[in-house]
């Protein structure tokens, strides 16, 4: 595995990035406000921070349950073989797939790990129909959420010290 830089993030970067984190409405200007500095150096920080990849991108997060999807199961897929082309052939398939809202390619007994979310039973039967009909696989394993406990969006922001 290689080893990514490690990025050089000072007080001011994780003042924004919080920020940001948690309201990313904010105006350049309020921003500046917040963490102490003038709008074009805390322009200058953010695009800085985008170019660096720290900010990967800018989302709205919705409500689940307000717009019908009362649920939420982790998928553990099973794929009849791990070759390359049949690795590939899921994930190409499972991108198609709107409910699926996260996959992850796994080490253990799965070959992958879904998140995803559905309305009402008949929903869920649908959507497991779909994951069956998906290019190599093998088992399902499905485990329904019976409340969320933590759901949290704000990573931790380390400062590395050179």
Do not use: W
């Amino acid at each position: 595995m290689q080893k990514m830089p490690q990025l050089r993030i000072d007080e001011i970067d994780q003042s924004i990035l919080l920020a940001l984190q948690l309201d990313a409405r904010l105006s350049n200007v309020q921003l500046a406000q917040k963490v102490g500095l003038s709008e074009s150096a805390c322009l200058r920080r953010v695009k800085a921070l985008q170019g660096s990849a720290v900010i990967d991108r800018f989302v709205l997060l919705l409500n689940q349950s307000t717009l019908g999807f009362s649920g939420t199961v982790f998928v553990r897929v099973t794929l009849r073989e791990q070759q390359q082309e049949t690795l590939k052939k899921f994930e190409e398939a499972v991108v198609g797939i709107e409910q699926v809202m996260e996959c992850y390619l796994m080490s253990g007994e799965a070959d992958y790990m879904l998140r995803v979310i559905y309305k009402d039973n008949e929903d869920y039967k649908r959507i497991h129909l779909k994951l069956t009909n998906l290019p190599g696989v093998q088992r399902l394993h499905s485990s329904f959420t019976l409340d969320t406990v933590i759901n949290k969006t704000v990573l931790p922001v380390a400062i590395t010290t050179p």
